[in-house]
T-cell receptor, first 110, second 116 residues
């Protein structure tokens, strides 16, 4: 099925460890996004990529880096994980006719 | 930024009733508004959207109303069913290049519970 695929679905990290969250879309969308969702809250934008080759900071970029590898893939990297980064991370992509979210990555930093 | 908290607004209705979920947005320059449904453990699912040049849009069992004067958005669900139970978020955004969807700012969310 067409859509946004995120890996992994679950991850536990120790404070200070690094990891990369992967995201790929097969809808030929130009724009891609990374959001985080904390308990009882709406999603907040971390970084986005309006088109291949460009990335920009969102509302809560500190502690994260991103790479728009190609039109399909947009990865999110935590260089040194902190407990405050415990959250559910959603990748999304958008085009003229739609805005689609992945199923999320639940990350716990201990 | 928006004020947020750990206690989401809740709405409880009986199966078959109509539900109205409200949202106040912050940016009068937003181009479009989207309602999402989120079930436990899943990503947001698109329900319906509306552009800023409209004040009403209807879908299947859902209607979105936009009042730009008071920056208010509502989602009406007709004949609510137990499967409609979820958290509902409104989101506002501006287009990339004027025609595509762009980055979104989400509201806090409302928990809808439908009792059989």
């Amino acid at each position: 099925n067409a859509g946004v695929t995120q890996t992994p679905k679950f991850q536990v990290l120790k404070t200070g460890q690094s990891m990369t969250l992967q995201c790929a879309q097969d809808m030929n969308h130009n724009s891609m996004y990374w959001y985080r969702q904390d308990p009882g809250m709406g999603l907040r934008l971390i970084y986005y990529s309006a088109s291949e080759g460009t990335t920009d900071k969102g509302e809560v970029p500190n502690g994260y880096n991103v790479s728009r590898l190609n039109k399909r893939e947009f990865s999110l990297r935590l260089e040194s994980a902190a407990p405050s980064q415990t959250s559910v991370y959603f990748c999304a992509s958008s085009g003229v006719y739609g805005y689609t979210f992945g199923s999320g990555t639940r990350l716990t930093v201990v | 930024g928006e004020s947020v908290g750990l206690h989401l607004p809740t709405l409880s209705v009986q199966e078959g009733d109509n539900s109205i979920i409200n949202c106040a947005y912050s940016n009068s320059a937003s181009d479009y508004f989207i309602w999402y449904k989120q079930e436990s453990g899943k990503g947001p699912q698109f329900i319906i959207d509306i552009r800023s040049n409209m004040d009403k849009r209807q879908g299947q069992r859902v209607t979105v109303l936009l009042n730009k004067t008071v920056k208010h958005l509502s989602l009406q669900i007709a004949a609510t069913q137990p499967g409609d139970s979820a958290v509902y978020f409104c989101a506002e955004g501006g287009g990339v290049g004027g025609t595509s969807y762009g980055k979104l700012t989400f509201g806090q969310g409302t928990i809808l519970t439908v009792h059989p």
